[in-house]
T-cell receptor, first 110, second 113 residues
Framework: DAKTTQPNSMESNEEEPVHLPCNHS???????IHWYRQLPSQGPEYVIH???SNVNNRMASLAIAEDRKSSTLILHRATLRDAAVYYC???????????FGPGTRLSVLP | EAQVTQNPRYLITVTGKKLTVTCSQN?????MSWYRQDPGLGLRQIYY???????DKGDVPEGYKVSRKEKRNFPLILESPSPNQTSLYFC????????????FGPGTRLLVL
């Protein structure tokens, strides 16, 4: 099964951009790349997803490497409310089998 | 308000005493899932359902049962709980038109003594 690798933790200063990396070297052609985040004491929430092309939405941007073996979640201006655990997830075969890893704990410093 | 609800939110029980954690969504979603979250392991999927009467195993199904008799409900059943099932449990739902966007419930914290 394809898995993802993320740093355990990262720090950022408030109002600066944050780049959260994810490696998925065994990704298959039909696997979508998803990012979710989990704020303290809450369930995870959807951030963004993509297949091959870079994606933007109101929360973040997703940059996907040309060979799809890695991706980067970009928060353009971190706020204190962005402090959370960020999960990079591969979804298999258009189905509902989401595999979460330990994620990256992002701290945002004022 | 669109939401996923879980009950109970907190539960302490003893080994072997059957329990059910309920999950309900009001968004008419086809897909529903159960996850457990343990320190250092992230979230692991237990079971998922792609529609009424259609369920499938996730990564850690042992010791759990589910049923999907109605579209809105997806209860998680522990027939004989053991201490290693002490965990934080999340239910999630998504629509067939937007499968990537799962909506998670608030979580159920279970302690099995």
């Amino acid at each position: 099964d394809a898995k993802t690798t993320q740093p355990n933790s990262m720090e950022s200063n408030e109002e600066e951009p944050v780049h959260l990396p994810c490696n998925h070297s065994t990704i298959s052609g039909t696997d979508y790349i998803h990012w979710y985040r989990q704020l303290p004491s809450q369930g995870p929430e959807y951030v963004i997803h993509g297949l091959t092309s870079n994606v933007n939405n109101r929360m973040a941007s997703l940059a996907i490497a040309e060979d799809r073996k890695s991706s980067t979640l970009i928060l353009h201006r971190a706020t204190l409310r962005d402090a959370a655990v960020y999960y990079c997830i591969l979804r298999f075969n258009y189905g509902q089998n989401f595999v979460f890893g330990p994620g990256t704990r992002l701290s945002v410093l004022p | 308000e669109a939401q996923v609800t879980q009950n109970p939110r907190y539960l302490i029980t003893v080994t072997g005493k059957k329990l059910t954690v309920t999950c309900s969504q009001n968004m008419n979603h086809e897909y529903m899932s159960w996850y457990r979250q343990d320190p250092g392991l992230g979230l692991r999927q237990i079971y998922y359902s792609m529609n009424v009467e259609v369920t499938d195993k996730g990564d850690v199904p042992e010791g759990y049962k589910v049923s999907r008799k109605e579209k809105r409900n997806f209860p998680l059943i522990l027939e004989s709980p053991s201490p290693n099932q002490t965990s934080l449990y999340f239910c999630a739902s998504s629509s067939v038109d937007s499968q990537e966007t799962q909506y998670f419930g608030p979580g159920t914290r279970l302690l099995v003594l």
